[in-house]
């Protein structure tokens, strides 16, 4: 099946398909309308219309009151987005100096604006990071997003633990999560003073 050219995607639809694919990416629950009304900030009526819309183009598969999930397309047209969103955030931050909680509303702001070959220079010009600077992958211009053996740091059980990815949803939570030396790639013994950070924002390895 051939795939949907890019500009035929209007800018909302482009974030719906991003936000879905950022709910699935690392939880294995089934997505309604309502989790994906909550992760855009607008009404379940709102969400529910466009993805019948999504769905009408054969971008997400969705049975009425049940789970969405993304088509083939759908997930490629996510997974553009998604690279465009965390190379802008790498850039921001290595080029730029913005810290990991300023970059992602400027990434937001700035992902539906350039063009693929403008994100592909700058991958480029950046060294072709694998990571953002929230430790999140960044798929490759083909659509391909390596996969990793994290899990989130309430459920990991060890006495050490290698910090893979923090949440970039809070922006006071990266501001403290920073202080506390939770970053992608540092070492932390547990338990890791959990009463003070959310741990079920912070995906661990083992070392």
């Known amino acids: 099946m051939p795939g949907l050219h890019p500009h035929k995607l209007t800018t909302s639809e482009e974030d719906y398909l991003k936000a879905l694919y ?12 309502g989790a994906l009304a909550d992760q ?5 009526a709102s969400a529910t219309s466009m993805v019948q819309k999504l769905a009408v183009k054969g971008l997400v598969d969705h049975v009425p009151r049940g789970a969405i ?10 997974l553009r987005m998604v690279r465009r969103h965390r190379i802008l955030e790498t850039f921001l931050r290595d080029e730029l100096g913005y810290d990991w909680d300023e970059v992602h509303d400027e990434a937001e702001a700035l992902e539906h604006t350039v063009t693929d ?17 929230h430790g999140d992958s960044i798929p490759s211009a083909a659509g391909v997003l390596a996969t990793r053996d994290a899990q989130r740091l309430d459920r990991f059980h060890g006495a050490q633990a290698i ?5 970039d949803e809070d922006p006071e939570f990266l501001r403290r999560a920073k202080k506390l030396g939770i970053v992608p790639g540092a ?3 547990l338990p890791h003073r959990l009463n003070y950070i959310e741990a079920s924002l912070v ?5």
């Open 22 to 33: 950022l709910l699935t990416e690392w939880e294995d629950e089934p997505v309604g309308t």
């Open 187 to 189: 070492m932390i013994e």
């Open 163 to 167: 910090v893979c990815r923090v949440s």
């Open 203 to 207: 995906w661990v390895c083992a070392p």
């Open 40 to 44: 855009l900030g607008l009404s379940p």
């Open 117 to 133: 070959r403008f994100i592909d220079a700058l991958h480029a010009r950046l060294g072709h990071p694998e990571v953002d600077p």
């Open 69 to 78: 999930s993304l088509s083939d397309i759908g997930r490629r047209e996510a």
